[in-house]
């Protein structure tokens, strides 16, 4: 059953009348006790119909949304609980609800905030009118977010592949190619890094995994007579533990990087380390020198260039000069 945002006020609004046993409540009161209240929180003038109040109350008695209120009819004309403790506020959460909070929790342990699954929405807001009060239902946390970037809408039906182990066809477009081009894909995995969002899969025929951003896709359809084939390498947690980002290959090997950080920059680093295997190996006038055990990789570049003038890298030698080379030609820009 859909459910949309007045209609759970409207639930609320007549919760809130039938619990007060100090006023005998006729459908005409209801009605007006709606409307004067959806005026106020809504600023909707029009007021409601009897029969969407009829309508209301048979929903609040039914077990559609697990409220099974004891809505009662006194004397042919007086709505009210016939439990006097009853309040919808206090219905507990079915089983399909709960199924559906243990699925989410699960995924906002890893995925910090993802918010991206329409078909919470309406238990969201259930909740919402539940358990937050009226002065409380407010947004006090706010993650970063770019609404901007293409692709999220294929996180929902990736990540119930990826739950479902279904296999798929994603046509992929990469920022080299003129045109997409279709791959059945194994998916296993939703990674984030940055606000964007990539697949780690294997394609049919194709022995390595494979990293694919989201943004680059251009469809995600499920292949119903392929059959998936399961992921036997790694784990993934133990797969990405020397990995700052999200390019490697199942070959690469975690390397011994250096690095000197000035002494204005070095207390960024200390309080917010580059990767957890970060160690201090020297403090002095000229700064901080730290180590960290990664796969050498393009966003370990792009993390260094970040900091400037500010870090030196003092091995290996082939990234030292990657990054000496680069700084030189990003200055030339200027000439």
């Known amino acids: 059953?859909?459910?949309?945002?007045?209609?759970?006020?409207?639930?609320?609004?007549?919760?809130?009348?039938?619990?007060n046993r100090y006023r005998k409540w006729t459908l005409e009161d209801l009605i007006q006790k709606v409307s004067d209240k959806l005026y106020d929180l809504e600023g909707i003038a029009n007021g409601v119909s009897k029969r969407t109040i009829q309508a209301d109350i048979q929903v609040m008695r039914s077990d559609r949304l697990g409220y099974n209120a004891p809505?009662?009819?006194?004397?042919?004309?007086?709505?009210?609980y016939d439990d006097p403790s009853y309040s919808i506020t206090n219905a507990p959460i079915n089983n399909?609800?709960?199924?559906?909070?243990?699925?989410?929790?699960?995924?906002?342990?890893?995925?910090?905030?993802?918010?991206?699954?329409n078909d919470m929405s309406e238990m969201i807001m259930r909740l919402e009118n539940?358990?937050?009060?009226?002065?409380?239902?407010?947004?006090?946390?706010?993650?970063?977010?770019?609404?901007?970037?293409?692709?999220?809408e294929f996180i929902n039906p990736l990540y119930q592949a990826i739950l479902n182990k279904k296999a798929l066809e994603i046509k992929y477009q990469s920022?080299?190619?003129?045109?997409?081009?279709?791959h059945i894909c194994y998916p296993y995995l939703l990674k984030e890094y940055r606000?964007?969002?990539?697949?780690?899969?294997?394609?049919?025929?194709?022995?390595?995994?494979?990293?694919?951003?989201?943004?680059?896709?251009?469809?995600?359809?499920?292949?119903t007579r392929e059959k998936f084939k399961e992921y036997?390498?790694?784990?993934?947690?133990?797969?990405?533990?020397?990995?700052?980002?999200?390019?490697?290959?199942?070959?690469?090997?975690?390397?011994?990087?250096v690095l000197q950080f000035d002494k204005n920059n070095a207390p960024y680093v200390l309080t917010k380390p580059l990767h957890s295997s970060q160690k201090v190996l020297h403090t002095g006038a000229g700064g901080t020198v730290i180590s960290i055990e990664v796969v050498i990789n393009f966003e370990l570049e792009r993390e260094i260039l970040g900091f400037g003038e500010h870090v030196k890298v003092l091995s290996p030698a082939g990234l030292a000069a990657r990054i000496s080379k680069r700084l030189a030609q990003a200055a030339s820009v200027y000439g």
């Open 195 to 223: 606000n964007r969002w990539f697949l780690i899969a294997r394609q049919k025929g194709v022995a390595a995994l494979v990293t694919m951003a989201l943004d680059r896709m251009t469809s995600v359809t499920e292949k």
């Open 232 to 257: 036997d390498g790694v784990p993934f947690d133990t797969y990405y533990a020397d990995l700052i980002g999200v390019t490697k290959t199942e070959k690469d090997q975690p390397r011994k990087v």
């Open 96 to 117: 399909a609800d709960l199924d559906k909070l243990k699925e989410i929790v699960g995924v906002l342990k890893e995925l910090n905030g993802f918010h991206f699954f």
């Open 175 to 182: 920022f080299k190619a003129t045109n997409d081009t279709a």
């Open 130 to 152: 539940n358990l937050l009060p009226d002065n409380e239902a407010r947004n006090c946390i706010q993650f970063e977010n770019n609404h901007q970037l293409k692709g999220l």
């Open 1 to 19: 059953m859909s459910i949309n945002k007045l209609a759970l006020i409207r639930y609320k609004i007549i919760d809130q009348c039938l619990r």
């Open 71 to 80: 809505i009662i009819v006194k004397d042919k004309k007086y709505y009210t």
